[in-house]
């Protein structure tokens, strides 16, 4: 269906460990989205891939878009504290609708 | 450049009462989606509107919630009769063009 599953649901790392989150379909996307949200905040948008492939960093974290766009990645290099917080992806839903159906979410902790 | 605005950051009901929830856009979007979440859970998106018009209210209860997005003043998420099951955070978010989203902070709901 339109669901949009990612793990892991939770990832404890030590600060300056790497972290990767995936987010898989079933569908082809039309577009896959990133945000974040902080503990206690609100979503914050992080990215917006479009084309196969498709890479693209924002200083520690690298986005990456797959060639059957099916499944996306956000890979954060060398964590810090500030990093935590919940990442979910976020796709359209099927052609003719407007809404967007997020992931599940995954969870990270960073250790100092 | 003002965020995306919600009124009341939390709202307290009692069951059987209406909880009115407020959401001005950022300036210039004419998009706007409401979402509820869970503690812990991830988003669900429940309608989208643009100014005077609901597009998609798919993820909308049928009953007791409706949404309203007039030409002048603020996006409103109203919830008929409340139960405690309605308990959670509502987001909203605007968009420019019906894609990237930028939320508030939330509006969380109690019913007791």
């Known amino acids: 269906g339109q669901q949009v599953m990612q793990i892991p649901q939770y990832q404890h790392v030590q600060e300056g460990e790497d972290f990767t989150t995936y987010c898989n379909s079933s569908t082809t996307l039309s577009n896959i989205q990133w945000y974040k949200q902080r503990p206690g905040g609100h979503p914050v948008f992080l990215i917006q891939?479009?084309?196969?492939?498709e890479v693209k960093k924002q200083k520690r974290l690298t986005f990456q878009f797959g060639e059957a766009k099916k499944n996306s990645s956000l890979h954060i290099t060398a964590t810090q504290t500030t990093d935590v917080g919940t990442y979910f992806c976020a796709r359209r839903g099927t052609s003719g609708t407007y809404k967007y159906i997020f992931g599940t979410g995954t969870r990270l902790k960073v250790l100092a | 450049n003002a965020g995306v605005m919600q009124n009341p950051r939390h709202l307290v009901r009692r069951r059987g009462q209406e909880a009115r929830l407020r959401c001005s856009p950022m300036?210039?979007?004419?998009?706007v989606y409401w979402y509820r979440q869970l503690p812990e859970e991830g988003l669900k998106f429940m309608v989208y509107l643009q100014k005077e018009n609901i597009i998609d209210e798919s993820g909308m209860p049928k009953e007791r919630f409706s949404a309203e997005f007039p030409k002048e003043g603020p996006s409103i998420l109203r919830i008929q009769q409340v139960v405690r099951g309605d308990s959670a955070a509502y987001f909203c978010?605007?968009?420019?063009?019906?894609?990237?989203?930028?939320f508030g902070p939330g509006t969380r709901l109690t019913v007791t």
């Open positions: 891939l479009v084309k196969s492939g």
């Open positions: 300036k210039g979007h004419s998009h």
């Open positions: 978010a605007s968009s420019p063009r019906g894609n990237e989203q930028y």
